[in-house]
């Protein structure tokens, strides 16, 4: 096959520019601000910057704090990847079963996706309101058996709830690509085999769909640690008590609201490679276990 060649490279410099632009100007211009403020002292109200080293990165690692928003980004993590990904496998197999009125159900499931993390905050916000709705009538029946404006424990599963809500769509279109992906005439031999349909599932469906498994893990995985701070913010605040305190949310808090400027950076700098490890270790060790067909 022939090879594809531009005759003038500036034709081809000009197509690649505004790509280039663009993450110069929203990716790397902010990742050298943020480094040189890691490293250094910046002041609240201006004034210059003073070389500090690693002083930053010190203070962040022996603070008790940051160590326990770690921790609870760690359970909203996996909190949301995994109902996140069960959910939106469970409804992508009932699609792909094409039931009655699943084009309609196939469309409406991937509305949610396109609602921005403040909307969807909001409106869970309302739904999980202790003092209206369903939940007044179980508090009604049960009194404080939800407060999440006075437990950490309710205030993280109903961040939970929202963020995967949110991430269920994105999952449900990768899911259901890759059911359909899969051919019918295995299923039918399958089910003339006389394997019933959670059989087929199990045997057939979930082993090919490892490839999807995989990087629907690594896209909800780093999406938790990195695009909550929406959720958070209309929904809590990083309450009650620092109990959905996520490290993207303290790097705004600490940042913005505490002035404190290259605290933040440096957090930003530790979640940035945090990330990048996770992933690193994703394709290191579960990769292995893909199965590519």
Same mark, same amino acid.
Request: charged share 10%; net charge positive.
């Given at each position: 096959?022939?090879?594809?060649?531009?005759?003038?490279?500036?034709?081809?410099?000009?197509?690649?520019?505004?790509?280039?632009?663009?993450?110069?100007?929203?990716?790397?211009?902010?990742?050298?601000?943020?480094?040189?403020?890691?490293?250094?002292?910046?002041?609240?109200?201006?004034?210059?910057?003073?070389?500090?080293?690693?002083?930053?990165?010190?203070?962040?690692?022996?603070?008790?704090?940051?160590?326990?928003?770690?921790?609870?980004?760690?359970?909203?993590?996996?909190?949301?990847?995994?109902?996140?990904?069960?959910?939106?496998?469970?409804?992508?197999?009932?699609?792909?079963?094409?039931?009655?009125?699943?084009?309609?159900?196939?469309?409406?499931?991937?509305?949610?996706?396109?609602?921005?993390?403040?909307?969807?905050? $909001? *409106?869970?916000? =309302?739904? @999980?309101?202790?003092?209206?709705? #369903?939940?007044?009538?179980?508090? %009604?029946? !049960?009194?404080?058996?939800?407060?999440?404006?006075?437990?950490?424990?309710?205030?993280?599963?109903?961040?939970?709830?929202?963020?995967?809500?949110?991430?269920?769509?994105?999952?449900?279109?990768?899911?259901?690509?890759?059911?359909?992906?899969?051919?019918?005439?295995?299923?039918?031999?399958?089910?003339?085999?006389?394997?019933?349909?959670?059989?087929?599932?199990?045997?057939?469906?979930?082993?090919? $769909? *490892?490839?999807? =498994?995989? @990087?629907?893990?690594?896209?909800? #995985?780093?999406?938790?640690?990195? %695009?909550? !701070?929406?959720?958070?913010?209309?929904?809590?605040?990083?309450?009650?008590?620092?109990?959905?305190?996520?490290?993207?949310?303290?790097?705004?808090?600490?940042?913005?609201?505490?002035?404190?400027?290259?605290?933040?950076?440096?957090?930003?700098?530790?979640?940035?490679?945090?990330?990048?490890?996770?992933?690193?270790?994703?394709?290191?060790?579960?990769?292995?276990?893909?199965?590519?067909?």
């Amino acid at each position: 096959m022939k090879r594809a060649v531009f005759k003038n490279n500036w034709v081809a410099a000009l197509m690649v520019a505004p790509q280039l632009l663009i993450i110069f100007v929203f990716f790397y211009w902010p990742t050298s601000q943020a480094m040189y403020w890691a490293f250094t002292l910046e002041q609240p109200w201006g004034g210059g910057n003073t070389w500090v080293g690693f002083d930053n990165f010190a203070a962040i690692l022996f603070d008790d704090l940051y160590w326990y928003s770690v921790q609870v980004s760690v359970v909203y993590a996996i909190g949301a990847t995994v109902l996140s990904v069960g959910m939106a496998l469970i409804l992508a197999v009932f699609v792909d079963r094409q039931l009655r009125g699943f084009k309609a159900y196939k469309i409406g499931m991937i509305w949610p996706y396109a609602i921005a993390a403040p909307a969807v905050g $909001l *409106a869970f916000r =309302f739904i @999980f309101n202790p003092g209206a709705g #369903i939940m007044l009538y179980l508090n %009604d029946a !049960f009194p404080g058996a939800w407060d999440p404006n006075g437990n950490g424990t309710h205030a993280m599963i109903m961040v939970i709830v929202a963020g995967a809500w949110k991430q269920i769509a994105y999952n449900f279109i990768f899911f259901l690509a890759g059911l359909q992906s899969i051919p019918r005439s295995l299923l039918e031999a399958g089910a003339m085999d006389g394997a019933r349909v959670l059989r087929r599932m199990r045997d057939i469906q979930l082993p090919l $769909l *490892a490839p999807t =498994f995989f @990087f629907v893990l690594v896209i909800n #995985i780093t999406d938790s640690f990195t %695009d909550s !701070f929406g959720i958070v913010d209309t929904m809590t605040g990083g309450g009650p008590a620092r109990a959905t305190n996520l490290m993207v949310y303290k790097i705004f808090n600490d940042g913005f609201q505490g002035l404190d400027y290259s605290g933040a950076a440096a957090q930003s700098i530790i979640l940035m490679f945090l990330v990048v490890a996770l992933t690193v270790v994703q394709f290191r060790y579960i990769e292995r276990k893909v199965h590519y067909t």
